[in-house]
């Protein structure tokens, strides 16, 4: 009896590894690995505010599997795309691939918390395993571990001696420091970074050591650093605070996917390449059904030129994330691009939506679409998304690409597409360019009072040693000037990621004292007109 029970479990518990079941997708069953996509848990407490809480568990659960190699798991964006809408399990599973669904509910209330669990196997639509979970409130933590292991012994997943370890590393043991990160991981999932932080602060000044609140700060001000979101804060304070978050983290855990998937955007943005790519494999080797870790490993492919890998990653990506973030279609959208595939390009680029118009106003120009390209820019123009956009700035934005083709090809695209070659197709006159002993004169020592193209005032000051204070209604930037043969190179670490922009200083003919517009400077964000004094 017991070896017809033991061969009856085996046959059960070896679906994945036969054929599909009808009405399933090939892609459902992998030749190893069972596959789960874990929905969103029912919040039935009476308190409809205790919503993050019922999301928050859903996330975790969902994390914990996907660190498992043994398993495939459908990623949080994906399945929390079914929240509210229901829908038959099976057909669930055939839409997202998967051969297994994890389906519950959370009740908090009095200080308990009761959570109802089932997996069910999408082949037949039976439950294959379920339970009921009754703590104190103090004892989620412990209640999440017995969810976790019950579903992995229910899988018969094979666990490595580090996952092993992983699984019974507690988050944190404060209720009031959990709470405070769910809630910060609410808002920074719908892109509220600014609100997120200041609540990760508040859970990590209840708990010092906790890891994930600051693995929320790093993705967060990486996101305000990236996207150059000065108004939610200063981007130097961003990379500086991603940096100290992320480094925080590998300290606490250092097997956390999440700093390395950071660590490898921001040293690919550096242009260290080598590096970048090694961080970002360690990131998808640490949790490898992390959709977003393969996302950030192809961004670092791209950037460093691998394209046709870069391609390869994201189909992995797009299998582990099915209804994924827009920005997928533009990753890989940009690895077509590279590749001369501008027909898919464009296709991508349309997909993903209103953040890359840019790139797909590019693949238009390249596939020989030029007045749709130009149509395209000029749409992003009349929008406010690209009002100053220029060659010049372009050229120093994506000055990090490993491959000087790969830039070339950026620069022709926009050139097509009706990008000038300074900001809103100034034409400076070459008599009138200020030579490098000119250009000492009025910079050294000295102080511009002028406005910029809109007429917002600024004030300017150089010192004897080179370093530069810029101040205007919206800004107070410190950093370092150099003159370079006839060029006037500045570096702001609190602007364009960074990075050192060179342009040309302009004697204005029409120019008066009183008007403060004797000079213009052609600047890659705008143009300066502005008058000296000592």
Not at 437 to 454: A, D, F, Q, V, Y
Request: hydrophobic share 45%; proline share 4%.
């Amino acid at each position: 009896m017991v070896l017809l029970a033991a061969v009856a479990i085996a046959i059960w518990l070896a679906p994945w590894k036969a054929e599909v079941a009808p009405g399933l997708p090939s892609s459902a069953v992998t030749t190893e690995k069972p596959s789960v996509a874990v929905l969103p848990f029912t919040n039935l407490s009476a308190d409809s505010s205790q919503e993050f809480f019922a999301d928050g568990l859903t996330g975790d659960l969902i994390t914990d599997l996907s660190k498992l190699s043994g398993l495939f798991v459908i990623a949080r964006h994906t399945v929390f795309a079914y929240k509210g809408q229901p829908k038959p399990i099976t057909e669930v599973a055939k839409e997202l691939g998967v051969r297994f669904v994890v389906e519950g509910s959370v009740q908090r209330a009095a200080g308990r918390i009761r959570i109802n669990v089932q997996l069910i196997d999408a082949s037949t639509g039976a439950n294959v395993w379920a339970d009921r979970y009754d703590r104190e409130e103090m004892d989620v933590f412990a209640m999440q571990d017995e969810v976790i292991a019950d579903i992995v012994d229910t899988l018969a997943v094979t666990l490595t001696e580090v996952e092993k370890t992983r699984l019974v590393r507690p988050r944190t043991t404060n209720l009031e420091a959990y709470d405070a990160y769910l809630r910060a991981e609410a808002l920074r999932l719908r892109f509220y970074e600014g609100d997120a932080i200041e609540l990760y602060r508040e859970a990590i000044a209840l708990d010092p050591d906790y890891a994930d609140a600051y693995a929320g700060i790093a993705l967060s001000a990486f996101e305000i650093w990236r996207w150059d979101s000065n108004q939610i804060m200063p981007t130097a304070t961003a990379r500086r605070l991603t940096y100290d978050a992320a480094s925080k983290l590998l300290s606490l855990d250092d097997g956390d996917s999440r700093a390395y998937a950071v660590l490898a955007m921001i040293q690919s943005i550096d242009g260290q390449h080598v590096q970048a790519i090694d961080s970002a494999r360690k990131s998808v080797n640490l949790d490898p059904n992390n959709a977003d870790a393969h996302a950030a490993l192809a961004r670092v492919l791209i950037t460093a030129g691998e394209h046709a890998e870069a391609q390869a990653v994201m189909k992995t990506a797009f299998r582990l994330n099915p209804k994924p973030p827009a920005y997928y279609n533009g990753e890989m959208g940009m690895a077509a691009f590279f590749r001369r595939d501008f027909n898919q390009a464009q296709e991508l680029f349309k997909k993903a939506g209103y953040g890359y118009g840019r790139w797909l106003a590019m693949a238009y120009a390249e596939f020989g679409r030029i007045d749709e390209a130009r149509a395209e820019m000029d749409k992003l123009r009349e929008s406010g998304f690209v009002l100053f956009g220029n060659l010049a700035y372009y050229r120093t934005l994506y000055a990090h690409f490993k491959r000087g083709e790969d830039l070339e090809l950026v620069l022709g695209a926009l050139k097509k597409a009706g990008v000038p070659e300074w900001p809103y197709g100034y034409q400076p006159v070459a008599e009138h360019q200020l030579n490098e002993k000119s250009l000492s004169e009025i910079t050294l020592e000295h102080t511009w009072l002028g406005h910029n193209s809109s007429g917002s005032p600024f004030v300017q000051q150089f010192t004897n040693d080179g370093r530069v204070v810029f101040r205007s209604r919206a800004s107070l930037l410190t950093g370092t000037a150099q003159i370079r043969t006839d060029l006037l190179c500045i570096e702001f670490p609190g602007a364009l990621l960074g990075r050192e922009e060179c342009g040309y200083v302009y004697r204005n003919p029409e120019g008066r004292v009183e008007d403060q517009n004797e000079y213009v400077r052609v600047a890659i964000g705008d143009i300066y007109y502005f008058s000296v004094k000592p």
